[in-house]
Nanobody, 123 residues
Framework: QVQLVESGGGLVQPGGSLRLSCAAS????????MGWYRRAPGKRRELVAA???????NYADYVKGRFTISRNNAKNTVDLQMNSLKPEDTAVYYC?????????????????WGQGTQVTVSS
């Protein structure tokens, strides 16, 4: 059974930095795309950044130049380095893993989510 566990959230002042980490566990042979989404109070969940196993990245416009996503394919981990944080970045951040090959037979599974980690940007 695949599980995603996030860490690294917390309270930070505007202009500060945080690094989120996510580790996928289970019998995993590969993960096509790993990413970070967020849900702010009263808003829908939205993509923050994603990265493929080949290293291609996709960022939401509002984080370009401030956030950097990276991953370790061998360890099935994905990180999000967040710099120059703004109060509007306050949200619960969720790790996502999509199109995984798992289990003894290498079946495909899709769209796994972590439990979320709170990021609060406030003075």
């Amino acid at each position: 059974q695949v599980q995603l566990v996030e860490s690294g959230g917390g309270l930070v002042q505007p202009g500060g930095s945080l690094r989120l980490s996510c580790a996928a566990s289970g019998t995993i042979f590969s993960i096509n795309t790993m990413g970070w989404y967020r849900r702010a109070p009263g808003k829908r969940r939205e993509l923050v950044a994603a990265i493929t196993s080949g290293g291609s990245t996709n960022y939401a416009d509002y984080v370009k130049g401030r956030f950097t996503i990276s991953r370790n394919n061998a360890k099935n981990t994905v990180d999000l380095q967040m710099n120059s944080l703004k109060p509007e970045d306050t949200a619960v951040y969720y790790c996502n893993a999509d199109r995984l090959r798992v289990g003894e037979k290498g079946r495909y599974e899709y769209d796994h989510w972590g439990q979320g980690t709170q990021v609060t940007v406030s003075s």
